[in-house]
């Protein structure tokens, strides 16, 4: 069973503070993703990375960075935390011998920031 | 406009109902469509795909894609109240491609 990790379900976190959220996967994949899920706008693509070293920009990545130091583990990066970056963050894993479609997610974080 | 737009609900039906669920895009080079379906307080899994046009059937959900009309549908039958979740659909040009999200019905299948 794929299994896609992420290291807090829960995250309060003051403005200007930087945050990291951390995901972890156990099934040698390739391909990792960041997404934030927000009411009425679903899951919008942050960053993703195909590599170890590799990463490339989503679709609203302003505001975040990432890292991939390691295979199996993608560290989303908020630099200086602010109101509009409350949401759920969801880490995602694919193997490029698979398909992309076929992304197996973690639990979410969900991050408030005051 | 949205690439993916998806009636957000809520939709709330008996035990047994027939759902029907649908999104429409605009992209037409989409090739790819997804079911994915979250429960609350969990991360999305991927339900059903279909290549192109046409229908796939897994028990009792259903997919259905349009590609003329830009739409597809997610049907399921003999609904159960374990069936409650938000169903997101998903596309993408081609097999390693992002991935689209529409916005998530939710559904409420009630005793």
């Known amino acids: 069973d794929v299994k896609v990790t992420q290291s807090s379900r829960y995250l309060v976190k003051r403005t200007g503070e930087k945050v990291f959220l951390e995901c972890v996967q156990d099934m040698d994949h390739e391909n990792m993703f960041w997404y934030r899920q927000d009411p009425g706008l679903g899951l919008r693509l942050i960053y993703f990375s195909y590599d170890v070293k590799m990463k490339e920009k989503g679709d609203i990545p302003e505001g975040y960075s990432v890292s991939r130091e390691k295979k199996e583990r993608f560290s989303l990066i908020l630099e200086s935390a602010s109101t509009n970056q409350t949401s759920m963050y969801l880490c995602?894993?694919?193997?490029?011998?698979?398909?992309?479609?076929?992304?197996?997610f973690g639990p979410g974080t969900r991050l408030t920031v005051t | 406009q949205k690439e993916v737009e998806q009636d957000p609900g809520p939709l709330s039906v008996p035990e047994g109902a027939i759902v029907s669920l649908n999104c429409t895009y605009s992209n037409s080079a989409f090739q790819y469509f997804m079911w994915y379906r979250q429960y609350s307080r969990k991360g999305p899994e991927l339900l059903m795909y279909t290549y192109s046009s046409g229908n796939k059937e897994d028990g009792r959900f259903t997919a259905q894609v349009d590609k003329s009309s830009k739409y597809i549908s997610l049907f399921i039958r003999d609904s159960q109240p374990s069936d409650s979740a938000t169903y997101l659909c998903a596309m993408s040009r081609y097999n390693t491609d992002k991935l689209i999200f529409g916005t998530g019905t939710r559904l409420q299948v009630f005793p």
């Open positions: 995602a894993s694919s193997s490029p011998t698979g398909t992309s479609y076929e992304q197996y």
